[in-house]
């Protein structure tokens, strides 16, 4: 049970992680900003594997539930499903940035085997969450675990993992808004380099601030 004293509005929450975000969005350099997300993949995969434990458990029969849904939430499905694989904005970037970009692509690529994986691991916790909770599954299946220990850390580790992820989705909206600025104001003709590199440290940070609420 959470208690009274940390039961505060989502956007104090908010505030107080303000700092750290803005500090995340400092770091510039996409293979810096790899590390964390290497480190968040590892943490979603964890979690995942706690989710599927418990998903997996005391299953009912699939002839208790519903085979389809109804026409009208078929639109709320094709945008949840193309949110999961929001990710896809930071294809480009990263090739540019790859030693060996030509893996990305192709049939075995890098791109394809990533997508794969993500959409089996989507259709996993999608089949069996209904499976398990049937209509009375929630927007989040973790919203469905049991007040335990465990699972209360598993909310943990996914708030985590999303925290340092934040950098790297930032990461190209940001460079997009960066070199334009850079294009219409001839900044690296007019401003020496660390006064351009001030600008950008505030930009980053008004952004985040920004996107924070």
Known sequence: MVSKSLDYDPRTYLLMLLPLFILLSFIRGLKHLAFASSVANFLQTFGLAIVMINLVQDLPPTSS????????????????????????ALVLPLQKEMSEPEALGGRLGVLNAGMAIVGCMNTAIGFYGYLKYGDQVAGSITLNLPSTPLYQYCNLIFALAIFLSYAIQYYVPFRIIWQAILAKYELKRRVSRPTRLSMEFALRAVLVTMTSE
């Open 65 to 88: 539930r519903a085979p389809y849904g109804s026409i009208r939430t078929f639109p709320l499905y094709m945008g949840t499903a193309i949110y999961a694989f929001e990710g896809i």
